[in-house]
């Protein structure tokens, strides 16, 4: 079992900056990649970004990644997602999710991972 939750979010203004945290507790041992998945209203879950659990190895969505960092804090095994410039359409629930899968090319698909947290919501206004 492996236990997350997120931190972080809040409703900010368009242009802003945001810094989400997740704690990762239980097994971590089987946990190979971190990712962060974000919800808007109304619409599906998309992928945001991964990070292999040794930081060798990140990934970003496309259109995403001049405005966002992904990273790892080995002291206490936390994961951030480093959001700037936020604008409008920013606006979601982001969690934070595990995987045991090796290769990066799965880390874009939810289903692919096992463990979630609970959300934290970003509200971003114009």
């Known amino acids: 079992q492996v236990q997350l939750v997120e931190s972080g979010g809040g409703l900010v203004q368009a242009g802003d900056s945001l810094r989400l945290s997740c704690g990762v507790s239980?097994?971590?041992?089987?946990?190979?990649?971190m990712g962060w998945f974000r919800q808007p209203p109304g619409k599906a879950r998309e992928f945001v970004a991964a990070i292999s659990w040794s930081e060798e190895n990140t990934i970003y969505a496309p259109g995403l990644e001049d405005r966002i960092t992904i990273s790892k804090d080995n002291a206490d095994n936390t994961v951030h997602l480093q959001l700037d410039s936020l604008k409008p359409e920013d606006t979601a629930t982001y969690s934070c999710a595990t995987t045991t899968h090796v290769y990066s090319s799965q880390w874009i698909n939810p289903a692919k991972y096992n463990y979630w947290g609970q959300g934290t919501q970003v509200t971003v206004s114009s």
């Open positions: 239980g097994h971590t041992f089987s946990v190979y990649a």
